[in-house]
């Protein structure tokens, strides 16, 4: 299992669809961007290698994600937590492996993404 936190003290940016051309004119796929970098770099900070390293292409994996914004001026959990599985699974991973749940909270004093990864194997 892993387990890590990423705090930016913002709320959590949720995915966000675009094309090609977007992602470089997009001031909000720019946010995206940034914050998919974050979550990947919180994943190293825990585990001490990248999500490739340690994690298996074509493995079924649960990603428990609770995200705590600060007010209600946040974008829907679904995508908080669709962006949590691009970010970390990426080739050569891929995220439609993935299961998992997904819940918030509101903590004005700490927004924040909790993140937990758990093989099918800790499950069975």
């Keep these: ?28 796929y720019k946010v995206y961007a940034q ?3 974050l979550i990947v770099a919180e994943f190293i900070k ?3 290698c990248m999500p490739h390293k340690l ?3 074509n493995t079924k994996y649960y990603v ?5 914004y600060k007010d209600k001026t946040h974008g829907d959990t679904d995508n908080v937590a669709k962006g949590v599985s691009d970010a970390i699974f990426q080739k050569p991973l891929n995220d ?3 299961s998992g749940s997904y819940d918030y909270f509101y903590d004005k004093e700490n927004p924040r993404l909790e993140i937990e990864i758990v093989t099918q194997e800790m499950i069975s």
């Design 35 to 37: 914050y998919k970098a």
């Design 96 to 98: 439609k492996y993935i």
């Design 55 to 57: 994690l298996k292409p």
């Design 1 to 28: 299992m892993i387990k890590f936190t990423v705090a930016n003290g913002r709320n959590p940016t949720p995915y966000k669809r675009t094309t090609q051309k977007q992602k470089f004119v997009d001031k909000g």
């Design 46 to 48: 825990v585990s001490k």
């Design 64 to 68: 428990n994600v609770v995200a705590y």
